[in-house]
C-alpha cells in the first residue's frame, strides 16, 4: 500500500529558528513529490520535486528530494511567525493522484 | 497557473440532507480530483472525476455516498449524501494543469452536519 509519512507531526519554535521537517515515502510509479503550506483550509504550493539531489530555494525556504532512500525535507530558516502552518507533503504517482502525509504542525513562538 | 472557483465556502447542514459541492476551473483541464480531510486529519482522495464517464473512486468511497458529476473540462460536482456527523471535514477539489505539474486547489468547503 502506498504510504507517506513525515516527522515530526508537532514542531514549537521560537522566531528565527531554523526547522528541518521530514517527509518518507513508500509508493509504486512515483513522478513526483509536492510540498504544500496549509493555514487555513487551501494548501498553498511550496515545492515540486522530480530529480534527487536538486535544492528548490525559495527565500527562507528549501527543499530537497532523495529517490534512492525515498525521502525529502522541508528546511525554512530565521522562522517568523507566519510560518506557523501545517505543512504538507504529498507524492504524486502516475495515475496523477497525490498521496498526503499526517503533516507536521508547526508553531512560531515570538 | 489556475483559478478555481469552489461553492460553498461552508456549510451547516441537517443529518440525513445532502449537499453539492461545486467546482469551477478558469480554463479547460484533464484531471479533476476531489479530497476531503476530516478534523485533524491530511488530506485523502475521494475520487478522480472523469470527463464524460464515471468517476474513479478509493477505496472506503462509493458512488452512492459520493457522487460526482464532470459534465465538462471546467466544471465538477460533489454530493454529499445522507449526511451524517462523520461527514464533517473540509472538501477539497484539486486540478492539474498538465502532467508533472503542481496541484492546484480550490479554496475549500468546510462542512458541519449536526
Known amino acids: 500500500e502506498d504510504k507517506v509519512v513525515q516527522s515530526p507531526l508537532s514542531l514549537v519554535v521560537h522566531e528565527g529558528d531554523t526547522v528541518t521537517l521530514n517527509c518518507s515515502y513508500e509508493v509504486t510509479n512515483f513522478r513526483s513529490l509536492l510540498w504544500y503550506k496549509q493555514e487555513k483550509k487551501a494548501p498553498t504550493f511550496l515545492f515540486m520535486l522530480t530529480s534527487s539531489g536538486i535544492e528548490k530555494k525559495s527565500g527562507r525556504l528549501s527543499s530537497i528530494l532523495d529517490k534512492k532512500e525515498l525521502f525529502s525535507i522541508l528546511n525554512i530558516t530565521a522562522t517568523q511567525t507566519g510560518d506557523s502552518a501545517v505543512y504538507l507533503c504529498?507524492?504524486?504517482?502516475?495515475?496523477?493522484?497525490?498521496?498526503f502525509g499526517q503533516g507536521t504542525t508547526l508553531q512560531v513562538k515570538p | 497557473s489556475a483559478v478555481i472557483s469552489q461553492k460553498p465556502s461552508r456549510d451547516i447542514c441537517q443529518r440525513g440532507t445532502s449537499l453539492t459541492i461545486q467546482c469551477q476551473v478558469d480554463s479547460q483541464v484533464t484531471m479533476m480530483f476531489w479530497y476531503r480531510q476530516q478534523p485533524g486529519q491530511s488530506l485523502t482522495l475521494i475520487a478522480t472525476?472523469?470527463?464524460?464517464?464515471?468517476?474513479?473512486?478509493e477505496s472506503g468511497f462509493v458512488i452512492d455516498k459520493f457522487p460526482i458529476s464532470r459534465p465538462n473540462l471546467t466544471f465538477s460536482t460533489l454530493t454529499v449524501s445522507n449526511m451524517s456527523p462523520e461527514d464533517s471535514s473540509i472538501y477539497l477539489c484539486s486540478v492539474d494543469l498538465q502532467k508533472n505539474t503542481e496541484a492546484f486547489f480550490g479554496q475549500g468547503t468546510r462542512l458541519t452536519v449536526v
Open positions: 504529498a507524492v504524486r504517482v502516475n495515475t496523477g493522484k497525490l498521496i
Open positions: 472525476a472523469n470527463q464524460g464517464s464515471e468517476a474513479t473512486y
